[in-house]
């Protein structure tokens, strides 16, 4: 394959954004059914990597994803995900525990604590891919992880005064919480951005 072919196989961005925005209107029963806003959340984050053969990098058990089916969805995910989630790499699966914990203790009190396990699992394994925190869920844009953040993890959006990129944000908040020097989450170097978020010599 040419330097900058893409597997044909592969459908190209705008077809998987269309197949991502159909899946996600399938689980939730659109137009017909009404569609609460985190039915449409859930379902976005696990289209967006169903349509692409990604679930296990949702970072959620088969038991989780069927429960989050029948919590929000109209019919089931049917898609393989594994048991259990392995991770090679020993410090990205340390930092995506560890973070998941971090967003659970930050909790909105009134969120579903089951709901709460499965989006902090799901942020916390996105902040391992190399790109822009709402492409790496799946999400049309900055907007809708702040709607997100500040429905289940508001502590979160109230910590950052200074408008910093999400996935840098919560790295942060990360590391001060544990006493650690601050520093990019484990996908961000990979970001097209990664200079203007971490510029050299600072």
Request: one cysteine or more.
């Amino acid at each position: 394959m040419t330097q900058g072919s893409q597997d044909p196989a592969t459908p190209p961005p705008r077809d998987v954004d269309a197949l991502a925005a159909a899946r996600c209107d399938a689980l939730t029963g659109a137009p017909e059914a009404p569609r609460t806003p985190d039915a449409w959340l859930f379902a976005r984050l696990v289209a967006a990597r169903e349509v692409r053969g990604e679930l296990p990098l949702l970072g959620l058990t088969r038991a989780q994803i069927d429960s989050l089916g029948a919590r929000h969805f109209v019919c089931a995910v049917t898609s393989e995900a594994p048991h259990t989630h392995v991770m090679a790499d020993a410090s990205h699966a340390a930092f995506a525990t560890t973070m998941q914990a971090f967003l659970v203790a930050l909790a909105a009190p009134q969120a579903d604590p089951d709901d709460v396990r499965c989006l902090a699992a799901i942020i916390a394994h996105a902040c391992l891919r190399p790109d822009h925190l709402w492409r790496d869920l799946g999400l049309r844009g900055r907007d809708d992880v702040t709607r997100m953040l500040e429905r289940f993890f508001p502590e979160v959006v109230a910590r950052n005064v200074e408008g910093l990129r999400w996935k840098k944000l919560l790295a942060r908040e990360l590391a001060l919480a544990s006493g650690a020097t601050p520093g990019p989450a484990p996908g961000c170097p990979g970001c097209e951005d990664f200079g203007f978020c971490f510029p050299a010599g600072h």
